[in-house]
């Protein structure tokens, strides 16, 4: 009789580790795919911030060009 109270304890312990386990699984996934979004949204900002840099040196280039000829044409 003790042992099958022991084991029906111990089964009841096991379910209860199991449902533990499967929500604590599913919260992780919820988890990831929440990190794998945001690693998404960073790196569409990173790639368009990259743009808007190349873009910025270039026309910081052309002015700079544009400068240096003016310079050159005003000094006798």
Do not use: H, W
């Amino acid at each position: 009789m003790k042992r099958i109270f022991l084991l029906l304890i111990v089964c009841c312990f096991l379910g209860t580790l199991s449902a533990q386990s499967t929500r604590k699984i599913r919260e992780l996934e919820a988890k990831r795919k929440e990190l794998y979004q945001q690693i998404a949204e960073s790196e569409t900002l990173l790639q368009s911030t990259k743009k808007d840099v190349k873009s910025q040196l270039d026309n910081l280039a052309l002015l700079t060009g544009r400068l240096r000829r003016e310079e050159n044409i005003s000094i006798p």
